[in-house]
């Protein structure tokens, strides 16, 4: 069967977190959002301008942001320690590791996507190898501060 490739655009989505195979789903068939752990904020960066800028100037990040496509990131210049998790085609978490400022992180085979939120997050969201992440479109937000910089 063809897979379908999916158009990557920048821009803003919500993140839902489902429970994999070999993860502990809890009651239930295991394919549903886990209702544990809330929508996540994502920011969308598909261009190599949004993924050359990603998190670098910023003082933290609320939700998480995705690299597409990537298969390693670094945390050259950055303020903050991120958790950092490889994601196969199908959304599929492969690897998770927290990274400290400066440092390079390796490529990771069949690695197509790399989602980034702050240090402590993931555990959070219960997020490990083997959990399924899905995309919804983002809800209309009113109109605020941007993404934290520093100035």
């Known amino acids: 069967m063809a897979r379908r490739r999916r ?5 803003e989505a919500e993140l ?5 195979p070999g993860t502990d789903p809890g009651p239930g068939p295991g394919k549903e959002p886990d209702p544990a752990t809330p929508p996540v904020r994502l920011e969308i960066a598909a261009s190599y301008r949004a993924r050359t800028r990603g998190l670098l100037g910023r003082t933290g990040i609320e939700g998480a942001m995705l690299l597409t496509p990537a298969t390693s990131v670094h945390t050259f210049r950055m303020r903050f320690p ?17 990274m400290p400022p400066n440092r390079l992180g390796l490529p990771r085979l069949r690695s197509r ?22 995309l919804a479109p983002a809800p209309s937000r009113p109109a605020g ?3 934290r910089t520093a100035r």
């Open 7 to 11: 158009k990557w655009t920048d821009g």
């Open 16 to 20: 839902r977190i489902t429970p994999g």
């Open 82 to 98: 991120i958790d950092v998790a490889h994601l196969d085609r199908d959304l599929r978490v492969l690897a998770v590791r927290t």
């Open 113 to 134: 996507h790399v989602l980034e939120a702050e240090a402590g997050s993931f555990a959070a969201w219960n997020l490990r190898p083997g959990t399924v992440l899905t």
């Open 145 to 147: 501060p941007g993404p």
